[in-house]
């Protein structure tokens, strides 16, 4: 017998917020502007900031799976941040480095399951999403000043091998100045 489409996992992005990369704790920076607000950035890497993502199972089976932090500048190609110079992971910032618990800022419906920040590599490990639950995940970039021109826009969005195939028409969105 086949698999039926109700028990494939299909993750979505329900939120999104950004932060300034300026406390030692992910969870105690500044949030840059409200929920679901799209940004303008400088470019250059004394300009690093936090993109974090609220990722809702809406299904009823269970996730597991990494979380793979993905691009695009001025509607173009999808890219895996930190694959090319256009957008990069950031080093040395003043956070605590990956790994550290993500909680429920965001606020997705259902169980919520610990997330994971990162600022290295742009994938998370494995994170396991009940049915009908969520979690977050917060990233650490910066927009390359020898790549972007003032006004490119980038957008980003997650890929996980639960990525719902239609994703939405709104991402959440930087544009450099």
Same mark, same amino acid.
């Given at each position: 017998m086949g698999v039926g489409l109700a028990s494939i996992p299909v993750t979505d992005l329900t939120h999104f917020r950004f932060y300034e990369d300026d406390a030692v704790n992910p969870e105690d920076c500044t949030a840059i502007d409200a =929920?679901?607000?799209?940004?303008?950035?400088?470019?250059?890497? %004394?300009?690093?900031?936090?993109?974090?993502?609220? =990722?809702q199972n809406g299904t009823a089976a269970t996730y597991s799976?990494?979380?793979?932090?993905?691009?695009?500048?001025? %509607?173009?190609?999808?890219?895996t941040v930190g694959a090319t110079t256009e957008v990069l992971m950031t080093d040395g910032t003043p956070t605590d480095g990956d790994g550290s618990g993500a909680s429920s800022l965001l606020g997705g419906t259902g169980t919520y399951v610990e997330g994971y920040y990162d600022e290295?590599?742009?994938?998370? @490990?494995? =994170?396991?999403?009940? %049915?009908?639950?969520?979690?977050?995940?917060?990233?650490?970039?910066?927009?390359? %000043?020898?790549?972007l021109i003032a006004s490119d826009v980038i957008e980003f969005?997650?890929?996980? @091998?639960a990525s719902d195939s239609d994703p939405p028409t709104v991402y959440p969105t930087v544009t450099a100045s």
């Open positions: =929920i679901d607000t799209n940004i303008t950035r400088a470019r250059g890497i %004394a300009n690093n900031f936090m993109v974090r993502l609220c =990722i799976g990494a979380v793979t932090l993905k691009y695009r500048r001025n %509607a173009g190609t999808w890219y290295d590599d742009a994938i998370t @490990p494995s =994170i396991t999403v009940p %049915a009908s639950g969520n979690t977050e995940v917060q990233f650490c970039v910066y927009l390359s %000043a020898g790549d969005w997650y890929d996980t @091998p």
